[in-house]
């Protein structure tokens, strides 16, 4: 044997070597597949609380005109005491309402029954 190394008798990787290769790269795909699915479900949900965060931030600026309306409008104030809470002044008058409005019953006329003799003639 000789320790003579010529470009035609020596292999360019080992099989083993070659295998290793081919595993690692198919972990590799497989864990990036999981990230690509964990990435997805994250933007989802950042979709989703971006909704959230604006609707509250909507409700926010409602909530906060409706504090300065009640602070600088006595009539809303008074309207709200009225309505929501059934106040009123001395001397009002009331008038309550049904709540749901009463149904007429329907009644037949009493069935006429044939009698003997006509009418008039008994």
Do not use: C, F
């Not at 006595?74 to 008058?93: F, K, N």
């Amino acid at each position: 044997m000789s320790n003579d190394k010529t470009p035609g008798n020596e292999r360019p990787y080992p099989p083993v070597l070659v295998a290793v290769v081919i595993a690692l790269l198919l972990l590799l795909g497989i864990a990036s597949l999981g990230s690509y699915r964990d990435l997805e479900a994250a933007q989802q949900r950042q979709e989703l609380l971006e909704t959230k965060i604006e609707s509250t931030l909507q409700r926010n600026a409602e909530l906060t005109s409706r504090i300065q309306r009640l602070q600088d409008d006595p009539l809303a104030i008074e309207r709200l005491a009225r309505e929501h809470y059934r106040m009123m002044y001395p001397g009002d008058v009331v008038i309550v309402l049904p709540e749901e409005p009463v149904q007429a019953t329907v009644t037949s006329p009493p069935a006429v029954t044939p009698s003997a003799s006509p009418p008039g003639t008994g």
